[in-house]
Nanobody, 118 residues
Framework: VQLQASGGGAVQAGQSLRLSCASD????????LGWYRQVPGRQRELVAA???????RYGEFVKGRFTISRDNEKRTVYLQIADLKPDDTAVYYC?????????????WGQGTLVTVSS
């Protein structure tokens, strides 16, 4: 099952973005998926995850500006980012996860780059 992240871009601080992660899997509605981000030279970190019941989990650094959601009909998971800050600049990846509080697995794919200028 492949995941394709999209929706990144170059934006100014204070703007919003919605990232999308599309799946080609037929059992998407049963999957737990997560958004991670990585800055060069730093470890990849969890941003948010959502399970098949739409329970959500957010990374420790998240302070209300990130919202994860899913559309099972479109087989897509979204990450809405509000009030973007330069520190949000990173490559954002989506991944399958074993459980909501478990580890990611499978290929990371290319990710989508978000660049925030001040």
């Amino acid at each position: 099952v492949q995941l394709q992240a999209s929706g990144g871009g170059a934006v100014q601080a204070g703007q919003s973005l919605r990232l999308s992660c599309a799946s080609d899997g037929n059992v998407f509605r049963f999957m737990t998926l997560g958004w991670y981000r990585q800055v060069p030279g730093r470890q990849r970190e969890l941003v948010a995850a959502i399970d098949h019941n739409s329970h959500e989990r957010y990374g420790e650094f998240v302070k209300g500006r990130f919202t994860i959601s899913r559309d099972n009909e479109k087989r897509t998971v979204y990450l809405q980012i509000a009030d973007l800050k330069p520190d949000d600049t990173a490559v954002y990846y989506c991944s399958h996860m074993h459980t909501l509080y478990g580890e990611p697995f499978g290929s990371w794919g290319q990710g989508t780059l978000v660049t925030v200028s001040s």
